[in-house]
């Protein structure tokens, strides 16, 4: 099945899961994928929602 979260670092590099401390680090962005179906009688196919996000603060550095 699908992962429902895929970490990825500056170099759009997939990273392993689940993330370790040290990974937990590299991580820039996060990609979200959910299939989603209504349950019917009918014969109704999933839809899938596949979303990509940077993390806007992984380079924040705070001023002294």
Known sequence: SQPIFE????NDVQLASPL???SL??????????VVRKQTTLPVRSVTLV???RLPNV???PGT
Do not use: G, M
Request: charged share 15%.
């Open 59 to 61: 380079d924040y550095q």
């Open 20 to 22: 370790s401390a040290a």
């Open 51 to 53: 979303n990509q996000v």
């Open 7 to 10: 970490y990825f670092d500056t």
């Open 25 to 34: 680090l590299a991580v820039d962005s996060i990609k979200i994928t959910l």
